[in-house]
């Protein structure tokens, strides 16, 4: 199973709400990633997991807060998002961070708007 | 740093003739070159890596591609076109292992291929 799932498939959120994201998979893979695509843009890094551990934020707002629960779960709490903030967020797994030959498995997205 | 480039924002062929969609790079060392697919609203489907080896690789769905050192070059290949295989393609790479940024994979801008009936 190559599956990565993500929830919702979509979300409309106020600029004053919180909401969360939530991609899953059970690969057992270690490393995790948040990406941010624009429409017909390549994917923006946003963060990495690595056996649960925070290993990279690439100067992503505050207001994007991603946790992992375990090593399958992987969760983006969003507070107080601006327009621009409208994107598909991917989530994507690996079966380690440090070794660049494996592939990064990718879930289906979430597409955020924000009014 | 690494960096990809795919000179085509589009490619059109007609179904059942050759595709080839291009892609160039450049990293320090040997890189990892991966290809990937993405349908609308969809998330990126992997297609196909190049680590080491071959320099012909194959992948899913009937897709290969080649790398060429010294060309710098690693392009997507199908013998024959399928309606079905209009989608947007990137092209990416990892630098190798240790190797500055290696935990990134760095993409394209992306193709968008279609297929013609």
């Known amino acids: 199973d190559t ?15 919180k909401k969360s994201l939530k991609c899953e998979q059970h690969m057992g893979h270690r490393a995790m990633y948040w990406y941010k695509q ?7 890094l946003m963060f990495v997991y690595s056996y649960e551990k925070l290993s990279i934020n690439e100067s992503v707002p505050s207001r ?5 629960p375990n090593s399958s779960l992987l969760n983006l709490h969003l507070h107080a998002l ?21 592939e990064q498995y990718f879930g289906p997205g979430t597409r ?3 009014t | 740093a690494q960096s ?6 589009q490619v059109n062929v007609a179904e059942g003739n050759p595709l080839t969609v291009k892609c160039t790079y450049s990293v320090s060392g040997n890189p990892y070159l991966f290809w990937y697919v993405q349908y609308p609203n969809r998330g990126l489907q992997f297609l196909l890596k190049y680590i080491t080896g071959d320099n012909l690789v194959k992948g899913s769905y009937g897709f290969e591609a080649e790398f060429n050192k010294s060309q710098t070059s690693f ?10 295989d209009s989608a947007l393609y990137f092209c990416a790479v990892r ?21 013609i009936p």
């Not at chain 1, 599956?3 to 004053?16: A, F, I, S």
């Not at chain 2, 990809?4 to 924002?9: F, L, R």
């Open chain 1, 64 to 68: 994007f807060s991603p946790e992992c």
């Open chain 2, 75 to 84: 392009h997507l290949k199908k013998p024959s076109a399928l309606v079905s």
């Open chain 1, 3 to 17: 599956e990565v799932t993500q929830t919702p498939k979509h979300l409309v959120m106020g600029m004053t709400n």
């Open chain 2, 95 to 115: 630098p190798p292992m240790g190797g500055a940024g290696s935990y990134q994979l760095t993409f394209g801008k992306g193709t968008k291929l279609s297929v």
């Open chain 2, 4 to 9: 990809v480039a795919q000179p085509e924002d």
């Open chain 1, 82 to 102: 601006q327009p621009e903030d409208s994107a598909l967020y991917l989530c994507a797994s690996s079966q380690d961070m440090a070794s660049g030959d494996y």
């Open chain 1, 38 to 44: 624009k429409a017909k843009k390549p994917p923006e």
């Open chain 1, 112 to 114: 955020l708007t924000v």
